[in-house]
């Protein structure tokens, strides 16, 4: 069964950091493209990092809501993304989902079911 698991996530202060963790069974992680998102509950998915493969090593890309503060990388060792969140601010509260794409919106993409982060003092 091809699955993702995502983790890490929690209840935080303005500030502070938070590293989400990303775990996939049944296929080869490094093999795709993996995406961070998250969702506020009523709106759509916001793409926050990318992590693709290519010939010469991994490419990042980040949304402009992330860039420099937010830290994607893989450890294909253990079939594992993270993301690592600094400098965490009120409005970044939300369910964060990991996913086998850069952009949402296929349905042949695999998808984790969430993590809670709360910002929050």
């Known amino acids: 069964q091809l699955q993702i698991v995502e983790s890490g996530g929690d209840l935080v202060q303005p500030g502070g950091s938070l590293r989400l963790s990303c775990a996939a069974s049944?296929?080869?992680?490094?093999?795709?493209?993996t995406g961070w998102f998250r969702q506020v509950s009523g709106k759509e998915y916001e793409a926050l990092a990318c992590?693709?493969?290519?010939?010469?090593?991994?490419?990042?890309d980040y949304a402009d809501s992330a860039k420099g503060r937010f830290t994607i990388s893989r450890d294909s060792a253990h079939n594992m993304v993270y993301l690592q969140m600094n400098h965490l601010r009120p409005e970044d509260s939300a369910v964060y989902y990991c996913?086998?794409?850069?952009?949402?919106?296929?349905?042949?993409?695999?998808w984790g079911q969430g993590t809670l982060v709360t910002v929050s003092s």
């Open positions: 996913a086998t794409t850069c952009v949402a919106g296929s349905p042949n993409d695999i």
């Open positions: 049944g296929f080869k992680l490094s093999t795709y493209s």
């Open positions: 992590i693709t493969p290519t010939p010469s090593g991994d490419r990042s």
